[in-house]
């Protein structure tokens, strides 16, 4: 039987390891920072995080998605 996703709890996951991203990346640049340390920052496994995120990269275009939606919806607000 397959397991219920609490769509919730899935983005508040994914949340979590988007910050914890933001933090290696400010500390060692993207290229310093390895899914190890995102993983430890975010106080998950690595299966953790390839379950969200199938690369470095991946995560990297989600940031990059996460920040433009914002900037839009900030736009949005100020018309």
């Not at 390839?50 to 433009?68: D, M, N, V």
């Amino acid at each position: 039987m397959a397991r219920t996703v609490d769509p919730a709890r899935h983005e508040a996951r994914r949340l979590v390891i988007i910050d914890a991203a933001l933090t290696v990346f400010a500390e060692h640049g993207y290229d310093g920072a390895t899914t190890a340390a995102i993983c430890r920052q975010a106080g998950i496994g690595s299966g953790t995080f390839f379950h969200y995120f199938p690369t470095k990269l991946a995560l990297l275009l989600a940031i990059l998605e996460l920040g433009t939606a914002e900037v839009r919806l900030t736009r949005r607000g100020a018309s």
